[in-house]
Each structure stands twice: as C-alpha cells, then as structure tokens.
C-alpha cells in the first residue's frame, strides 16, 4: 500500500533563530557598513555641486476681432489672407517645451556669451566642458569607469558618427540641416540643465536652469525666459504682423498715386490759368475726380494702417513675472548626507543578505555536489 506523503512538522519560519544569526555575524554587517559607507563619502564628496535657477512667468493676451475689411482690400491684389485673425489663435500650453526644445532656439541660447573667472566664452564652450570627461575637478578613477562602462554605447557610436561626418561631402546642398555628434550630445545634454514646467490649470510657467556656477545658471535661466518669450510672441503676432505689412506697402504706393495726381492737377491748372473751354473744363474734372477717389482710397487705407497696428499691440502677449530669476546661494545637489545614508543602508542590506545566505548557500552546495562527488569515488 503506498505511504501517505508526509508533511513536515513546521514551515514557518524561526525568527528567534533568524535574530541570533544576525547578532553572531553583527561583526560581518558593520565592516559592510562601513565599507559602503566610506564609498558613499567618496561618492559624495567626488560629485559636483550643482545650482538651479528658476523663474515663473504668466502669460496674458487680449483677444480681439480681427480687421476684416483687410481681406477685401487684399482680395483686390489677389492675395488670399485666408482670414488672418490673430486675436483668435491661442498658444497652446504645450507650445513652451516644443520651442524650448527646438534646435534653433537651442542654437541662439547656446549662442549666448557667459563671464567665468572675468573671461566671456560662449555657452557652448562652456558646456562642451561640463561634458569632457577628462575634466580636472572631477576623479579621474570614476569618471574612467564611467565612461568605460556606462559611456562605452556612446563612445562607440560617437567613434561611428565621427567616421560618417568624415564621408566626403556631395555638391548639391541638403535640404534638412544634419547635426554632428557633438551637437546631438550638446543638444541632449542642454534639455536635462533647462527645464520647463506648464501648469495648464493656473497657466504658470516655471523654468529652471541647472549649472555648477550659480551665476551661470541665473544668466542662462534669464536669457532663456527672454528668448522664450520673444519666439512665442513672434508666433502669436505673426498674422497680424503681416496684415500689418501688406497695409503699409499698400498704403505707401497709395500715397504715391495720390501725390502724383495732385503735382498732376496743380501743374494742369498753371498751364491753363487764363483758358476757358469745354474741353479745359472736361480734363479738370477728370482730374479733380480721380484725385477725389485716390484721396479717398489713401485716407482709409491709412485707417487700416492704423487698424493694423493696434491689432499688433492687441495681439501681442504679455508676460507677467511671478518669481524672477537671482543668483542661487544653496546647492540643489549633490545631497551628500542623503548619499551616505542610502550607501550605508545598501552596506547593511548586502551585510544582512551574506549572513543569511552563507549557511543556506553552503548546505545546497553540498547536497549538489555531494552525489557526484560519491559516484566518482564509486564507479
């Protein structure tokens, strides 16, 4: 008859027993602990102190009608405006990190001249140096690991980037704009240090910038907002501003027609001073008429210039600083005594883990081991 499968008598767990396993290998969880301890403070005190900057803005615009009757004049030089309306088109929110974003914004920021030590060098530069890897405030033993171990997938593929930018050039131009490695690493390297946040709800927009100089970080976080703000106006008054544009062109060759008849019809009315006929009679009325209409003509398209222009300030958003940007007096990070405490608490996690695993590791490696060792003693 077959044996009913035993069950063992306990599987819970003996926490007594657990207790004192730990306190007899306490020594071995200390060393861990200092040993990861001492490495979270030359982690620490090996990273670099970085400063944030940050200012909020609010944006307000007023919505208004757009100058219809421009359409119609338009329409007469066959130009099809499509309706410009520029009151009626709202920014929307997420606007702000697309053009934060965008490689010719990036361009112009990084175009922008920064004091360090007393020397003025681009933005650029300075980056460029944040990024070199041999730099000398940094430990040449991390930063070699680093870029041997997590930076080997980008070292590579900038190696191969390097070696197809050296490919030799075709004669006809490309049409879309080609970055080099570098500037692709710059450009990413640029979207983590300037950040911008949307509250859709409020409508506050903060950005920050992130640098080792706080004053570094105040002038980019600064010029960013400007430029910021310049683009997206330019976008939002970009229909008004050529409605604004085609008037005044429009209006300046009125102006010219309408002089010229006037010089016209002064210059008629000298040559013929002491004459009187019908046909004198015909010739000035048809001059008095058309300077009537090109006066008439001229004297509303200046109305619309005017029209145009107002639309323009109309359109125009403004910005509303909430909180300016200043110089950082307080590190953001590295948070060295956070750092120490997570590698401490990594030491005891790794400490606890080998006195609870070696009796356990050692007995399975002997039941492995043990019936392959017997049969080889006993072929």
Known sequence: MEQPHQVPESDEIDLVALLQKVWHGRKIALITI?????????????????????????????????PGSLSGLASLAGINLGGMNGGDS??????????LNS???????????????????????????????TDSNSLSFLTLLKKYTIGLPALIKGTLFAKMNALPSYSEMPIVKRLSYEDEQLSNYLKNLVTINVDTKEGFITLTCQDKDPQIAAIVALNAQTLLQEEVIN?????????????????AEKKMSFEALQDELATFRDQHQNISSGLF????????????IARSVYEELSKQVEQARIQVSKDTPIFTIIDPVVIPNKR??????????????LGLITGLTYILLKEPIKHLAKEI???????EMNP
């Open 34 to 66: 200092g040993v990861f301890a001492l490495m979270g403070i030359v982690f620490a005190l090996g990273s670099t102190n970085v400063y944030t900057a940050t200012t909020t803005f609010i944006p307000k615009g007023q919505t208004s009608s757009g």
């Open 90 to 99: 709202e920014i929307p929110p997420s606007m702000y990190p697309m053009v």
């Open 103 to 133: 490689i010719p914004f990036q361009e112009k920021l990084l175009a922008l001249s920064v004091s360090i030590n007393g020397n003025k060098i681009q933005l650029k530069e300075h980056l460029l140096g944040q990024m070199n890897y």
């Open 235 to 251: 976008f939002k008054i970009k229909n008004a501003q050529e409605l604004l544009t085609f008037t005044e062109g429009l209006n």
């Open 281 to 292: 009679e015909n010739k000035l009325n048809r001059l008095e008429s058309e300077l009537a």
């Open 332 to 345: 953001t990070s590295p948070k060295r005594t956070l750092i120490v405490v997570i590698w401490s608490f």
């Open 369 to 375: 081991t043990g019936p392959d060792a017997a049969k």
